[in-house]
């Protein structure tokens, strides 16, 4: 049993168990690898309320993504803020602008910082937000990636162990 002890940590880190809701993070998206993710159970006195995922992917060399998975009643439900076209923070502020967005039919909102770069923010079934963020992906290859995962995150995803579907191009420009 000791020896059998270390192999089941090491296999625990590589491996992000899937969520209640049967979404699990892939190792490989496009020609995007993931370089380290953790699993944390949301507790409160009454028990468990949710779960919080995250990972990191990275294109070698590259481009590098970010992704937050909350789920369950604790974080509950992400409610997308109504708002027509483009918004931003005016004249006199710091670049940031959102827009609406939907992706695999959900509902979410697109966000870019000049310094801090794109995120995409998705309303889940049962109860999750997905949060992915980068700071160097164009608003399409952002767009892209988050649906390569989505597909790849689904129970059954299109190819957990290998390349996943094709990667986005090389346009870095912003």
């Known amino acids: 049993m000791k ?100 992706l695999a039919d959900r509902p979410g909102v697109y966000q870019h910082h000049p310094s801090l770069g794109g995120s995409i923010t998705l309303s889940l079934p049962e109860a999750c937000t997905l949060q992915v963020e980068s700071p160097g992906a164009t608003k399409a290859q952002l767009i892209r990636w988050t649906e390569a995962w989505l597909r790849e995150s689904a129970p059954g995803g299109e190819n957990k162990k290998t390349a996943g579907p094709e990667a986005p191009p090389e346009d870095r420009s912003m």
């Not at 020609?31 to 468990?48: I, N």
């Not at 990191?56 to 009643?73: A, D, N, Q, R």
């Open 3 to 102: 020896q059998l002890l270390p192999v089941l940590l090491f296999l625990s880190l590589c491996v992000l168990p899937a969520t209640a809701e049967g979404i699990s993070f892939p190792q490989q998206v496009g020609t995007f690898t993931m370089d380290e993710g953790g699993t944390q159970t949301l507790q409160t006195t009454k028990g468990s309320v949710g779960s919080w995922q995250w990972a990191s992917y990275s294109e070698h060399p590259g481009l590098h993504i970010h992704v937050e998975l909350l789920c369950g009643s604790g974080p509950g439900s992400w409610d997308m803020p109504i708002f027509p076209g483009v918004k931003s923070d005016g004249p006199i502020g710091s670049g940031w602008t959102a827009e609406r967005i939907a």
